[in-house]
């Protein structure tokens, strides 16, 4: 593999580059950004060695994170330039739209449907490093839709970047992450709010915020370019998960009210077993 | 200051012990906890020297380190025992019900209400370790109503352990504290338990979690014999918190059903400015 070829500049299309170049040598990679403040920062910092919008003919590798209500068009528009020996992959957090709007296209075979488990709360080139990917989980849906040769070149790439594949449909994908990672960042946007607005009243109240409360604040420093649109794209499976979690909320707010002390810590200690659980995940 | 007696030896009440001996000499550190596992645990770990249920009259500091519905009758009891040169301080992450409660004791000059603003999510002597309270904030509630020669002892222990005192009133505590700590908690159970529940249709949920959800659900892993109680304790400041929390995510959901993408990143990047506030605060 000798040539990448990445579309968006920021957190992810940076540090699968700065990766990439860590681990594969003589590695050409060029880029695009529709920011011109990323397209230099990418320049600047070594993430590609020049901007070109299109890719060259004889591209191994495009990786395509843009921001999810990007993704579809330029995905499409990416199969309809690249040459015969070029395999696609996006890194979008969802993927039943993308696999549905592909399913037709003459060259299917040239996409893979892909997404890595990683990112901070953090967004652009700047934020981008060699590190963010080493041993993530990539969940890949529709492998078989993939033309099995140009799949190795992807698979150089992941098996250098030490990433742990995983398989699944586009709809399962969809719905697990609705819980395990869109749901976290609106808790966090949430937290984030009602704090703020507490702030108006009680000026010194974020004086005697802890580890705790970083901790589950965190996400709301996330990008609301790359939020709003995952927030659409995976709307059913997000409303799903926020009205379990409102349902929830509002259960557990009725214990408080009651002062029902005993449920509450049962309540609590059968959420303990996540302990274990994310444990075991390691 | 020579003698220090803790009285509850989990999380909080070791770390004060190891943190005290790490920077002060000669000091005598005697404790008890209901648990003897917890008596056991403390001593083989060097948190005290002796298991002792009353404090001797010459103890210089008796620091109350349980959970939030036993602090009260302990702190009564114990003031009633203590000879004249005795402060008592307690860790309790509420603290009006404590100072309305010791408002009229004969002592209450030797009591002063404390809270350190410090923690993990783990509980018991295992997990205290001797920087835990290093550079955290301390807040401190009716400074004026403490002795003020008794006083300096405890000062000798916040200087050492390099705790940042703030002065509050104890209902200014006790509402602050609501939502920058345990709305904190409760969204994190919460959290915990949607994707539990979710996990009896999708077994293999858990291995698409990121650090994301890492880290916006590692407060349902807090010990619920602590949080139980202080649910119960701090009622009506945290269902006001949470009903904020709660209007908040339901307008939200509406924002998403409605496909407003622009509202949603609006929002969004309004409550980003918390990125600045807590970078301040650091």
């Not at 592909?102 to 890595?116: F, I, N």
């Not at 699944?168 to 703020?196: C, K, N, W, Y």
């Not at 370019?225 to 926020?242: Q, V």
Request: contains cysteine; glycine residues 8%.
């Amino acid at each position: 593999m000798k040539k990448i070829h990445i579309i968006g500049l920021g957190l992810l299309g940076g540090s699968f580059s700065l990766g990439a170049k860590k681990k594969l040598n003589d590695l050409v990679i060029t880029g695009f950004d529709i920011d011109p403040k990323n397209q230099k920062d990418a320049l600047t910092l070594g993430i590609i060695s020049e901007v070109k919008e299109t890719p060259d003919l004889d591209t191994d590798l495009v990786i395509l994170a843009t921001p999810a209500d990007t993704l579809g068009g330029l995905l499409v528009k990416t199969l309809d330039q690249i040459g015969p020996e070029t395999l696609v992959f996006d890194v979008g957090s969802t993927k039943s739209s993308l696999t549905k709007l592909t399913a037709g296209h003459p060259k299917r075979s040239q996409y893979l449907a892909a997404h890595p488990i990683a990112g901070t709360e953090y967004s652009g080139p700047k934020a981008a490093f060699e590190d963010l990917l080493d041993r993530k989980v990539m969940i890949i849906c529709e492998l078989e839709k993939t033309d099995l040769h140009l799949k190795e070149k992807a698979y150089e790439l992941f098996d250098a970047l030490n990433l742990k594949l995983r398989f699944m449909d586009p709809e399962e994908h969809d719905r697990h992450l609705a819980f395990v990672s869109h749901l976290s960042h609106i808790s966090s946007f949430m937290l984030g709010q009602t704090v703020l607005q507490k702030m108006a009243d009680e000026k010194n109240i974020f004086d005697m915020a802890g580890s705790g409360f970083a901790s589950t604040v965190r996400l709301a420093k996330s990008s609301p370019a790359m939020w709003a649109p995952i927030l659409t794209e995976n709307k059913e499976n997000i409303l799903n998960a926020l009205d379990g979690y409102i349902a929830n909320l509002s259960s557990f707010r009725e214990k408080i009210a009651q002062g029902e002390t005993k449920e509450l810590f049962d309540e609590m200690a059968s959420i303990n077993k996540i302990r274990d659980i994310l444990e075991l995940g390691k």
